[in-house]
T-cell receptor, first 114, second 115 residues
Framework: EDKVVQSPLSLVVHEGDTVTLNCSYEVTNFRSLLWYKQEKKAPTFLFMLTSSGIEKKSGRLSSILDKKELFSILNITATQTGDSAIYLCAVRGLNAGNNRKLIWGLGTSLAVNP | GAGVSQSPSNKVTEKGKDVELRCDPISGHTALYWYRQSLGQGLEFLIYFQGNSAPDKSGLPSDRFSAERTGGSVSTLTIQRTQQEDSAVYLC?????????????FGDGTRLSIL
């Protein structure tokens, strides 16, 4: 059965710290891996990764994919209180029904304290 | 519109009543998705529309749940004879093309509470 596992489930850090969030997956016929940030309401799209070893970067956030070891990491440097959120990982595969459904992890809840 | 719009933002109703949730996707997005998110749980897929048809309804938890989409735009999710376990945040997302590598963009959700 396809699955996406995120770790840690929750994390508390101080402003200025660097954090690394993990997402491992077992998904049939992998197509892409997506990271989202969810604050109070709507998840907002961060990155989509399709190729191994190519870092995606946006400000203090960066992410990379390892398709051999089946995982991705999301790094946040110099964390700020506004980074406090749930970070969701989702993987798109191609299942037997030719359906490219997104499989979601449970998320990592990050709290950044001042 | 600029983003995915969902209404109502909050809905409180008594057990046994029917509820209707609405989603207005981003203009031009042909694919629309409904998810459910319960406290401490991940996103649970419910149904996916491509245009007005629903090629994947595999996530609908029971026959009390139904959804439709008209004009390739607005979608409604209907829950009949609501039960307490239906309490959750119902999220809608849209993308340019379904089942492709296009990212989904989410609305703020409807928080449904069944008393």
């Amino acid at each position: 059965e396809d699955k996406v596992v995120q770790s840690p489930l929750s994390l508390v850090v101080h402003e200025g710290d660097t954090v690394t969030l993990n997402c491992s997956y077992e998904v049939t016929n992998f197509r892409s891996l997506l990271w989202y940030k969810q604050e109070k309401k709507a998840p907002t799209f961060l990155f989509m990764l399709t190729s191994s070893g190519i870092e995606k970067k946006s400000g203090r956030l960066s992410s990379i994919l390892d398709k051999k070891e089946l995982f991705s990491i999301l790094n946040i440097t110099a964390t700020q209180t506004g980074d406090s959120a749930i970070y969701l990982c989702a993987v798109r595969g191609l299942n037997a029904g030719n359906n490219r459904k997104l499989i979601w992890g449970l998320g990592t809840s990050l709290a950044v304290n001042p | 519109g600029a983003g995915v719009s969902q209404s109502p933002s909050n809905k409180v109703t008594e057990k046994g009543k029917d509820v209707e949730l609405r989603c207005d996707p981003i203009s031009g997005h042909t694919a629309l998705y409904w998810y459910r998110q319960s406290l401490g749980q991940g996103l649970e897929f419910l149904i996916y529309f491509q245009g007005n048809s629903a090629p994947d309804k595999s996530g609908l938890p029971s026959d009390r749940f139904s959804a439709e989409r008209t004009g390739g735009s607005v979608s409604t999710l209907t829950i009949q004879r609501t039960q307490q376990e239906d309490s959750a945040v119902y999220l809608c997302a849209s993308s340019f093309v379904g089942n492709s590598n296009q990212p989904q963009h989410f609305g703020d959700g409807t928080r449904l509470s069944i008393l």
